[in-house]
């Protein structure tokens, strides 16, 4: 896959990756949220529960799902803490964070609690 493709098939990831937390139940609150210290993929929100999704596509899903480091766990957990000081009014939500993993022919996971934020 040449770069132009793989940066719109990780578009397409996201996009799909949100409507089916659509279906779901889940409510996106943003999509793509830039930080200073980073980016997170989706945001969204499950009754009490606010949900920090990672979303990779890779050609199989074994890969994506191993595609997010510690490095980047700790980039997203420093922006999931700068979304939620420019969004105190959802301070109080239980928070996770999720991977969803994406590959061709729609091949979709979602794993909830991917990882737990570190101290």
Not at 11 to 31: D, M
Request: hydrophobic share 45%; charged share 30%; proline share 3%.
């Amino acid at each position: 896959m040449r770069e132009g493709d793989t940066y719109r098939f990780g578009l397409w990831a996201e996009q799909v990756s949100a409507w089916r937390l659509r279906l779901r139940g889940y409510r996106i609150l943003a999509c793509r949220y830039k930080t200073p210290v980073g980016e997170i993929d989706l945001v969204a929100r499950k009754k009490n529960t606010l949900v920090f999704i990672e979303v990779k596509a890779r050609k199989d899903l074994s890969t994506a799902l191993q595609a997010v480091t510690p490095r980047m766990q700790h980039r997203i957990e420093r922006a999931a803490n700068y979304f939620l000081a420019k969004h105190s009014e959802l301070s109080g939500l239980e928070m996770r964070f999720d991977l969803i993993a994406v590959a061709p022919r729609l091949r979709w996971r979602h794993l909830d609690n991917a990882w737990q934020a570190s101290a």
